[in-house]
Every structure is written in C-alpha cells, then in structure tokens.
C-alpha cells in the first residue's frame, strides 16, 4: 500500500489554523483520499494528558528544557500510536503544529538550543519530516486580538508577552524561507474564507504534484 502525507499548519495563535483544518481535509477528500486530522500537543488519548500538562496554568514551574522534552514526549505517544499507523495506512494526516511549533516557540521564543531540539527531534522522528507545511502567517498584534477576543482563559504559553510572540513568528518565517519546498505561506490577514481557499489551493496543488487522486 503507497504510504499516505503528512500535512502540518503552522502559525502564531490566532492565525486562523484550527479554522482552516476541516476545510483542508474536506478537499483531500474529494480527491478520494483518506485523512484523518489531528494536532499537537496532544492528537490521542494519552498525548492530550501531556497537553494538559505543558499548557494548563498552574502553581509548578515548567522550565523550557522541561517544556521542550513534554512537547516531543506527547509527540513521540502522537506518532506511536496515531501518525505512523495511519501513515502507513495510506492516510494522509493533516496535522494542526508539529516540531515547526518546537523550533519557533521553545526555540526562538523560549532560547532552547536548537542543538537540543533537533537531537530531540532525530531521536523521536527522524525518518518522518513532513511533506508539505502551511504556515498561516498574521501580524502578532492580530493574532493576540484575536485569539483573546474568544474569552478563554490564556494557557501557559497563551500568555507570554508579545515580545515572545514576535520572536516566534520571525522564526517561522526564517523556517519557511530555508525550505522552501515543503513551506506554503498562506496570508492569514485575508478574509477567513480566502484564507482557506489559499490553503486547499496550495494543498491540492501538492495533490497534483504528486499525480495522487486515491490512497
Ligand atoms: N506549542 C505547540 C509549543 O509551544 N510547542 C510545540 O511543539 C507545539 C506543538 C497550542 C500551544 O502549544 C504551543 C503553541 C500554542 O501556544 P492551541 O490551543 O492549539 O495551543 O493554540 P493555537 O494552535 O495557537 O490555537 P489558536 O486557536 O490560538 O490559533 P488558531 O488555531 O490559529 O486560530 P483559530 O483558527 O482558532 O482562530 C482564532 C479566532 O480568530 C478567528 C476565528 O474565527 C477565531 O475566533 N479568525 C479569523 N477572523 C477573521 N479573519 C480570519 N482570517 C480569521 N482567522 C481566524
């Protein structure tokens, strides 16, 4: 059996990705391809307990080391039990942030070493780097506003200053400019219902690329 993709959407919070995802996946499959979407931290049972510890506020420090091994440890459950067995059932897994997010928040946001990182990063997935990235780029002023404007109470990293934020948007964009192959950046400042048609576009145009119409 041809082994599905692995699709990742990035971006600061905000910026639109979780309203992009069904969108993204409906389009896949209507090339008669079988998805399945998921997200980090989390993506299964086990890995959205390490979720709910990495991103819950509460009275215990998380330093960044820590924050960096939770964030690859729920990845590792993620890939273990969901990514890779779907993977190789010929799913194409669309996936709301991967180790991009690792790079650009406890990377440039938090000032882990990217040496660390990505000895993290061969070690839980060496083998698997993801086909196509979109990153949903916005302004980290729009992106607060509107990932504020919901009324939630702010998670951990929710919470960190715009400083932190601007820093983590920079790296993303340096991401995409070194590869560009596997980024797409989609302008997150349209309206939303463009911002999706950018993003099935540049999907399925990958699809296309790739002579795919079925798993
Ligand atoms: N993290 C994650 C790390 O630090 N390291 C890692 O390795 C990983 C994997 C995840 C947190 O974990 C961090 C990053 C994050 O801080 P999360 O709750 O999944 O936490 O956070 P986000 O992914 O950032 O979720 P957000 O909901 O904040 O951002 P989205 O998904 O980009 O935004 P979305 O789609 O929910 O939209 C937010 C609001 O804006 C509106 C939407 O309707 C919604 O109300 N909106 C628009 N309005 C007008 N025009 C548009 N174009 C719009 N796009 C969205």
Not at 71 to 77: E, L, S, V
Request: net charge neutral.
């Amino acid at each position: 059996m041809k082994r599905g993709r692995f699709i990742t959407v990035e971006g600061i919070e905000g910026a639109g990705k979780s309203s992009i995802m069904a969108a993204i996946v409906e389009s896949l499959e209507h090339r008669g391809l079988t998805v399945c979407a998921t997200r980090e931290p989390g993506g299964t049972a086990l890995a959205e307990r390490v979720r709910a510890i990495v991103l819950e506020p509460g009275a215990e420090t998380i330093s960044s080391t820590t924050e960096t091994l939770l964030m690859f440890a729920g990845r590792g459950i993620h890939l273990d039990n969901r990514v890779r067995p779907a993977l190789a059932a010929g799913s194409w897994i669309v996936c709301d942030r991967f180790t991009d997010a690792t790079r650009a928040y406890q990377g440039a946001g938090r000032g882990v070493s990217s040496d660390f990182i990505e000895s993290l990063a061969r070690a839980v997935h060496g083998d698997l780097v993801p086909d196509v990235t979109l990153l949903v780029d916005v302004p980290v002023g729009l992106g607060l506003t509107r990932a504020r404007s919901r009324g939630n109470a702010a998670d951990r990293i929710e919470a960190e200053t715009v400083a932190f934020f601007e820093r983590v948007r920079a790296h993303y964009l340096s991401l995409a400019a070194n590869e560009p192959r596997r980024f797409r950046v989609i302008d997150g400042m349209q309206p939303l219902e463009q911002v999706r048609l950018a993003a099935c576009r540049a999907v399925l145009d990958y699809v296309d690329a790739q002579g795919n119409t079925a798993s």
